[in-house]
Each structure stands twice: as C-alpha cells, then as structure tokens.
C-alpha cells in the first residue's frame, strides 16, 4: 500500500544554532539524533561496524555524468578511480543511453522503469500559461521501483539534491522517508552535495535494525553546479588540452548554442580545453567522495549490498551547440556511464565490461531481478541480469530511445549508430532559436536526421558529417515513430484525462496490456 506524501516526505535543512534550540526545547530529538549522527560520520574513522545483516540497495543517479569522461569507459584522465574499483567487483554497462537530456524526465525512467513520456500531463488546449508541476506528473498506475522493494518489506528511503524531483509530481512514491532539497533556502555548500547526502544515508542505514532489508536512491547534483562555482576550484589536477583552444562567445540569454549563458559563465576568457579540465577535476573531486561513502558502507559489515552508479544524463562542451549545458539528443548528453557492484555472495563474473546495448529504462528491472524481485507488469525496461552473466552472450535488447530537451523529435540508438530525427530548437526560448537559426522568427524549421556511427572514431557531437547508411536511418526512424506512437498512446491510457474527446477503449487498454507498456488491472478480492 502506498504511503501517503504526508508519511513520506521528510525535509531536511540545516538548523542555525537558534532554531535547533527551539526545535530540541519542543522536544524533536530525531533531528538532533540526525546532526549527532552527521558530526560522528564527519569524525575520523566514523562509527564502529554495525555488522548489518540485511540486503541493501543503493542507487546514485548523477546529473551531468558523461560515460566518455570516465576511468571505465577508457579515457585518458584517470577521473573516477573509485567507479572503477565498483567494476572490480562488479561490471560496467559501457554502451548505456538516457532517456532524456532533462533531470525529471531521466530521474523519472530509474524510478519506474517506464518511458518518461508517460509523466508529460496531457492538458487541454486552452490550458495557458501554467507552471512545470502541472505539467508533469508520474501517474499513479506507473509501476515504481521503490515501491516493488517496499512491498518486499525492505525500508526505503530517497534523499534528493536539486528541488526540481519535488515529490508532489510523483517521486516520492514507494518511500517511507523523502529527503527533500529545498531550493528557496539560504544554505551553503554543506547543505547538499554528495558529501551532505553520503552521511544522511550512513545515517539512515545506522539507525535501521540490524537484519533490516533496505533500498535507497540517491540523487547528485555536484557536476551540474560544479561550473557554476569555478571559485571553488582549487588546484589544476588536469591541464587543458592544447587542441581545445577556443574560447567560446558569453551572451545574456539564458540558453544558447555555440556561446555561453552568462549565467553558466565563471568569469574571464576561458578556453574550451579550460572547462573541460575543470569538468574533469570536479569529476575526480566527486569520486573521491563516492569512494570515502563506499569504504564507510564497507566498514558497516554490508556484505550484502549491491550498489549501483548511473549518470542521468551528460554535459556539452560544444560538440552539439551547448556549452556547459545539456538538452540535446547526441551522444554528448545521452550516453552514460552504468556501473554495478555484485554483492559479494553474488555469483556472477566480476570485472567486466558488457558491451551491449543497455537504456536507463533496464536500471530498475535489472535491481529487482538481483534482489530476487519479480519485475512488475508495466515496466518498459529489460533485465540486463542475462548480459551480467553472459557477457559474450546475445545481446538483451536491440534498440532503445531517447527524447526531450530542447528539440522536438526522438533519437534511436543500436549497437552501432546513434540517430537523430529532430526539429532543432523549437523548445526554446526565441533567444535559443535565433543562435541555432540566425534569427528568432525562421519562416521554416525542418526535421533534421542525424546519424553517428560510433565505431568510426569520429567525436560525439552531432555537429561532424552524418553516416551515409542511409538505409539504416530509415529503418531507426520507423522505428522510433512506432515507439513514440505507442507511449502516446500509454501516456493518455495512464493519465486518462477527463476532458479527451476520445478516452481509451477497452480493446485499447488490453492492447497496451498484451505489449506490456500498462499493468495489468490488480485482481479482484
């Protein structure tokens, strides 16, 4: 049974002296028991195993994470030492693709397995203006992974770092505690960020029963703020490279292609090789703090915990047209790195690299199926469990789909092409349709196809010449319109909005049913 948004959310904010006197004088000791437990963990050695016996689950979904600037996919800065050494123990997804280029829409496919299509409300054309809360929304029916490990009788607990995954559109589904990041307070850098979220969730496990069965999902949102702050970088880990010499227009719209935003600007003439250096450091900063909560989790006695690192989406240097930025649907802001430690009574092989095709979508039912779970009706996504154990084996699925952002359209993805079929900007503001288009008012705006070959050696980005496979493109195109058609379709029957000329049809309903894109109806009592 799901919890109501009262039980679950938890908000957390940091206490000035002043107000924890007051809130600890009212008597609320559980907050004062959480700030003990955040000064201990802060402590050198921290506190003492706990010899856990319980299975847990631990989800970290980073926001602009790029598969290409990481140890395990083979680049040359050795940024995440700390995500390798997961893949030591476990395995890495090496050509995984988001959903989306957005934070809801990508978050919305790891909690639910589900296309995040479906979390677009349908609103009826004489909606006007109306605000990012009404038009999204995870409807109640979409499964939720959260909820699958909570009706297993694991606890379960998400701890959130940006204040756009509030859980009124539907996130907090599933959880009995929701930490959530409130945007409008004064808060400094100790308020959020892995660090912050690393010793709530120690402290969270620490206060769960010894032999408790947990699940925990996390959200990071240190890379998307690290450009924002160049104040805080600190030392040069990593030089710029001499080839990227080029130092990018500043203009004052908020989102533009081939110039900077000012408000994403750090000051000064900085090259493009610069910012990908500092990319780079905060990247490396940043999996030194993941690797300082793996040993602590290490230090509880989890021998049962499987772990897993997902990037949400990536981030632009200028190979699509952003930088500093995403919202495009190449490379550069879709492929993402996955990365998952076995529990150590796991029996799969450790230390590889699963070359096939894997989608955000397969997160969650890859978890459950780990966790012993049965997978749920409804859920778009695929086990990647059969790639874990047979790496060299068929590959478990052929295609997956990606949309959203700034361009209307969709890109399919194979184990070899990435292709794009989009009108370019037309999400955008008239100041981000003028820098793709030259002017804000263009008298046409026509589909554009792009296909990269990613065994070509060729870069990322969506600017280089597109594959001549012609054919190939036609056939991914057929097949994201089919995709597409059927999330409409799913979208409607899931949100069944009353004001529709036409609402689903029972033979529609059982249609959606029979492709497994709608749970099945619960069974009578």
Known sequence: MLLTRTLLRHRHRRLSALCA????????????EETRGAMQDSEVGGAPPRGHGGRGVLVIAIDSLRADHTTPSGYDRNTTPALAGLVAEGAALVQTFSTGPEMTSSHTALLTGCDPVIGRQPLPDDAGAFSPSRRWLIPDQTPSLAAEYLAAGYATACFVDHSWLAP??????????????EGGLEVDENDFGAAQLGRRVLNWIRSLDRDRDWFAYVQVSDLERSLRHEEERRTNFFEARPELTEVPPVVEAD???????RRLWSGGPRTVGEYEAAYDEYLRRLDSKLGRLFARLDALGLDDLTICVVGTYGMGFGESGLYLDHGTLSDVDLHVPLVIRFPRSSQLPRGQL?????????VAPTLLELSGIERPSGMHGVSQVPALSLPDGPPVREVCFSTGGVSSGFAVHDRRYSYQSTVHAIRGDADLVASWYGTPYPAKRDRRRHMRDRESGAGPGDLEQSSPNLERADELQKLGDAWYSWMERTRLALHNPPWVTRPTSERELAELRRRGLIPEPEPER
């Open 21 to 32: 006197g007051l809130l600890l004088g009212l008597g609320l000791a559980g907050c004062a």
């Open 168 to 181: 009124e559109l539907g996130f907090y589904r599933g959880f009995e505690r929701y930490d959530e990041f």
């Open 255 to 261: 989102r533009a292609f081939f110039a900077i935003p």
């Open 354 to 362: 699963a070359r096939g095709l894997a989608s955000t979508l397969d």
